[in-house]
């Protein structure tokens, strides 16, 4: 079956500008997962879904950064007037079941921020 | 906050010889996960090890876990060229998030 699918997979932002990274789970997915990964580092927790709810958003870096999931199902990740410091790949994960179970793992949105 | 530490973080080898990846951890976790990336893909779930003493192994690579000593080892036996690759261990506790490893960045020289 369909895997995660993330788009788009390369954005290259100005700085200043608003970017919107979109995420579809694996149909039947309860949890959803964003992660940001800097270069040669491993991924590091941003925010969690359990269907729409947003129960854990405590990775995210500042408020600059915004998740939804309103129907349960695809999610976007908002950066708001980004920064080069934001330039990262950003990977979305599923999971069948609550959090803690294993997640399965978009390609990832390479943003630059130039 | 749970605390995830994999060495080496870089690790050359020549094709046929045997090492070792391993991943300390800082408290208590249910479970542990090994990944493997490749250049500029995405992650690929290699092994979930669910409890003390749990061994599992898939073609060239197998993982261990001693939850006693909060350690987990992939070992790589007889490497070949198609094993390159960064791979990662994650853990995660009663919480939701997973706890990432710095990886280990494998290269397999023929």
């Known amino acids: 079956g369909a895997g995660v699918s993330q788009s788009p997979r390369y954005k290259v932002a100005k700085r200043g500008q608003d970017v919107a990274l979109r995420c579809d789970p694996i149909?039947?997915?309860?949890?959803l997962f964003w992660y940001q990964q800097a270069l040669g580092q491993g991924p590091e927790f941003l925010t969690y879904?359990?269907?729409?709810?947003?129960?854990?958003k405590s990775g995210l870096p500042s408020d600059r950064f915004f998740a939804e999931r309103p129907e349960g199902s695809v999610s976007t990740l908002k950066i708001q007037r980004t920064q080069q410091e934001d330039s990262a790949v950003y990977l979305c994960?599923?999971?069948?079941?609550?959090?803690?179970?294993?997640?399965?793992f978009g390609p990832g949105t390479r943003l630059t921020v130039t | 906050e749970l605390k995830v530490e994999q060495n080496p973080l870089f690790l050359s080898m020549q094709e046929g010889k045997n090492y070792t990846i391993y991943c300390n951890y800082s408290?208590?976790?249910?479970?542990l996960y090994w990944y493997r990336q490749d250049p500029g893909k995405s992650l690929e779930s290699l092994f979930v090890l669910l409890s003390n003493g749990a061994v599992k192994q898939e073609g060239r690579l197998m993982a261990s876990l001693d939850t006693k000593a909060r350690l987990s080892t992939l070992h790589i036996t007889a490497a070949v060229h198609d094993l390159s690759a960064t791979y990662f261990c994650a853990l995660t506790n009663t919480g939701n998030q997973f706890y990432f490893g710095t990886g280990t960045s494998l290269t397999v020289i023929p």
């Open positions: 994960a599923s999971s069948l079941r609550q959090a803690g179970y294993e997640q399965y």
């Open positions: 149909s039947g997915h309860v949890s």
């Open positions: 879904f359990q269907n729409e709810a947003q129960l854990d």
């Open positions: 408290t208590t976790s249910d479970r």
